[in-house]
């Protein structure tokens, strides 16, 4: 069974740092594209930044310049270094990826991570 585990939240302040990790594993998998999602209360779930297997980026215009995504292949693993940290940043933190090979076309999440960002 594939399982996306998410880690690094936390509560920070403005201005602040954090790094999430997300690592996929299970039944083989390896991971095609990646991302991060983020959803703040009582808002829609949207995107932060992705990642294709060969490297190209993406990115949300309102973390451009702030976060960057990187991925280790050999790991299945997908990371959000986030700087500059801003208190409408606060929302829990989703990453993805979707599957190669024998799990092609299908997407997997991971179960969320809380990022505070206290004024």
């Known amino acids: 069974q594939v399982q996306l585990v998410e880690s690094g939240g936390g509560l920070v302040q403005a201005g602040g740092s954090l790094r999430l990790s997300c690592a996929a594993s299970?039944?083989?998998?390896?991971?095609?594209?990646m991302g991060w999602y983020r959803q703040a209360p009582g808002k829609q779930r949207e995107l932060v930044a992705t990642?294709?297997?060969?490297?190209?980026?993406n990115y949300a215009d309102s973390v451009k310049g702030r976060f960057t995504i990187s991925r280790d292949n050999a790991k299945n693993t997908v990371y959000l270094q986030m700087y500059n940290l801003k208190p409408e940043d606060t929302a829990v933190y989703y990453c993805?990826?979707?599957?190669?090979?024998?799990?092609?076309?299908?997407?997997?999440w991971g179960q969320g991570t809380q990022v505070t960002v206290s004024s």
């Open positions: 299970g039944g083989g998998f390896s991971a095609n594209g």
């Open positions: 993805n990826a979707d599957g190669l090979g024998d799990y092609y076309g299908l997407i997997y």
């Open positions: 990642i294709t297997s060969g490297g190209s980026t």
